[in-house]
């Protein structure tokens, strides 16, 4: 059974021996919701590619310590996959979230598409992006990730054509595309960028400011997925032929 995983702001200076004091939310929720009991092994993490084993030395209401055993450093994962997600309505935003860092994306960009259903204005809008930003982090303590994935500020759609063009390899999801996700080559390294549309899908200005920025429209399959999960499912299928999901992984 995996050891479970709690988010600390750092772990600079963290060897064999070190205690490591885990307090706030991390800390209350790990004591009074999981009932976290001294002489528990835990991992630590940072977020950032560094984990430390250990175990729990102390215990209160909204603290606790552990002594480090191990710390190991994971390289950033490569290459790297950031999803640019269409604002949808209801909860599925915070649906695709978490799929996506289940799945290893490295960023959440959240899009005001023409033909959103969904506004984040004002109050509403500090709302959700906080909302997307706690499900990324506890789908990602639920992964066992050590690399924790960003959830972006509200980006526009120029925004996200700026961040195509930046991109190794990009794709938008369109259920008129021609071109088969599958028949695509997916770099080993670099950015590999994924664009997925509202429930009322693409407006054709959009799928055209995309195509000037270099990105490729193309299609999953006859069927149509809701925008929750195409994300994941193009991803995934992507991830299938990169190093990071391919032979020899373990």
Do not use: C, N, Y
Not at 169 to 186: C, I, M, R
Not at 208 to 227: K, N, P, W, Y
Request: no cysteine.
């Amino acid at each position: 059974m995996s050891l479970p995983v709690h988010l600390v702001p750092s772990l600079d200076g963290a060897d064999e021996g070190t205690v490591v004091t885990v307090e706030g939310a991390e800390a209350h929720h790990a004591v009074t919701v999981r009932r976290l009991k001294v002489g528990e092994q835990v991992v630590l993490t940072d977020g950032l590619g560094t984990s430390a084993q250990g175990v729990v030395s102390s215990a209160g209401r909204k603290v606790f310590e552990v002594t480090v055993s191990t710390v190991s450093t994971a390289p950033g994962p490569s290459p790297t996959f950031v999803v640019v997600q269409a604002l949808p309505k209801g909860d599925r935003g915070e649906l695709a979230v978490e799929v996506l860092t289940e799945v290893g994306v490295s960023s959440i960009v959240p899009w005001a598409a023409s033909r959103s259903v969904a506004a984040w204005r004002g109050e509403r809008a500090a709302k959700s992006l906080a909302r997307w930003r706690s499900t990324a982090r506890e789908a990602a303590k639920q992964a066992r990730r050590s690399w924790f994935p960003v959830v972006e500020e509200l980006a526009s759609t120029s925004d996200v054509a700026a961040l195509l063009g930046s991109a190794d390899l990009a794709v938008v999801l369109h259920e008129a595309a021609s071109v088969p996700l599958a028949s695509l080559d997916v770099p080993a390294t670099g950015l590999v960028a994924v664009v997925v549309g509202p429930e009322g899908g693409l407006t054709d200005e959009e799928v055209a400011l995309f195509a000037d920025s270099g990105a490729q429209a193309v299609r999953l399959g006859a069927e149509v997925l809701r925008t929750s999960t195409a994300g994941v499912a193009a991803v995934s299928a992507l991830l299938a032929r990169t190093p990071r999901w391919g032979p020899g992984t373990g």
